[in-house]
DNA sequence: TGGTGTGATGTAAGCGCTTTCATTTGGACA
DNA sequence: TGTCCAAATGAAAGCGCTTACATCACACCA
């Protein structure tokens, strides 16, 4: 007990304000069950002490903390970034905070990861995409932690995200409209990644769809140096007049490639990406990709959870995606177009 | 009490281990305090009863929480968003949890979310920058709750960061090395931003020591539009062969609307960035900057602020920056080149 | 004027864990 | 085999807050 501590407590704001502890909780977390007169006098000795509560304190009594967590595969991609941004800013300020964790595209860090939250105290959780060991969900639901899948849709569970699959059906066939038939696609890593594999799938949907299939199909690694290799992989088929991409970096780096080997985009080859970040309108020329609702989702997402969180029901909010054409696709050159079939 | 508490706490592991409560705490806390077959039979207990700890109980009692807070301006900025994402991934897993805030550039706005962080009791703080009411520090000081400020450096407080001033000079002499004088720059708000002030002060500075000046200095908000109409604006003046910018998101949009006035970048005119962030690779030409060692910032931050959280001393570090010459610059055309001073 | 209902406030019992201090245990040593 | 010391363990006192319940004051109505 070498040191006291230095700060004021309940009892302290009590004694000084003249009324009980429960007077001065009450005042702090609902103002309208105490007379003006009375919370006035308590706000002043909090002033006059410079009192704050004790966040342990309050959490053991309360069983609340006012934390909800996320994880995320990574901040670097620019997706998460907005998304959590987004997020964060649509809490409200005050109530709650965002403890933020990173697993880098791991399901064994992400599992780690969801534990540490919730051992942290996490009143709620954001996970993106709905691939994961059944385990976790089990876990969560014993442990009541309320939680909102966001980056994906159409599962059981509680969501606020856009359907890749649809998404990516629509850029397609935008493709296809082009008069395009020898496509190519450059995917990212489907392994545990519900997004990627829902692109992939949306795609190869659709041209089935219409009897026709991809001339080839590249996983590769997230980046833009993995683009670029797959872009001058594929274009080794000199057949081929598109690369639909998973996303824009992929789309960028294949765009770059495009350049260095001196195929002029659109006119030799159409090139698209998806999920419309900030790149996508700095590429030259710029990108035509799928804009997602990043924002968007992150709100909704967020009041989504609020209602779980506060024991309420709440409806999962599916997001339209929409195509911005820029200016990466064009109808292929020197080629007999085909008729819509 | 319609529903009673689910889990197990550790009275209930205590029993069925047949130890005490304080020896089930040993054995989470320091389990070298306690012998091996003691220890195994309380990890038994806690596996059989699938137990967890309270945070709050656990906050509570050891007054601390190993949560660490981050007010940062945005996530929108890459430049924040790996940052903060490199400090996250370099925290002791398990060990501490990452609480993050976001500002939007307000001051006041800032005040709040460190009050809100203290409040959820982060044990630590990272701020951004230096420039902040002192009433902050001093608050933070008598709440005893340590903290690092990044992306900054110099002042009397613990940093992990670079010198933007530094930094930003060593661009503008390599620019004037190439032989250009007359220069213009288009700089981040400086208000309330030590940051976009360092760097341009920083440049300045340099030009002064040569007995030189920029030709005109546009102060402009974040965002690629914005940098776009600066230089827009700047390059009525046919004499400037030069434009600096405060970071790399001004000088994508410089490099756009340079594109659009249908000048030849580097050889018409030269643009610089700050910063080193993905789309400065994406561009065309490929963006010359200085770049910021971002990441190894993040960790050394984290490194850093976890001695503090410890008690114990930590040096602050200073973090070198590096010109990274890509395609945005070449000599002035056209001119006659100068001799350098 | 007394009964009664309503809303404001007080009382006090925990919430589940850590930690200090006391006690026990198990060897090492003579 | 008996002493003594260090290491291991146990007992119990909080940590600072919330909240169920009790109490009180007061206005209203019959």
Redesign the interface.
Known sequence: MSEKT??ATVDDVAALAGVSTATVSRCLNAPDRVVPATRAKVMEAIRAL?Y??????????S?R???I?AVVP???N?VF??G??AF??SLP??KF??????C?YDPEREK?QI???????ADGLLLVGFDRDPAIYDWLA???VPYVLAWACGDSHSYAGFDNAAGMAAMVRMVLDLGHRNIAMISGLTQGNDRARGRLDGARDLLAQEGLAFRNVAEVPYG?ESGARAFAELMTDRSITAVICGND?LA?GAL?AA?RMELHVPKDVTITGFDDI??A????PELTTVRVPHTGMGEQAAALLERLIEGKRGESVLLPTEIVARGTHAPPAARKRFAKV
Chains 1, 2 share one sequence.
């Open positions: 230095v700060h410079n704050s509560p004790n966040f342990g304190a309050r959490a053991l009594a069983r903390t006012g934390i967590g990574t901040l670097e620019a970034a907005h959590i941004g964060e800013r300020p005050g905070a965002l403890l933020v964790a990173s880098g780690q534990e540490a939250l919730v051992a942290r105290g014993i442990r009541k833009l970096v960028a770059r350049h900030d790149i309108s700095i590429t030259f």
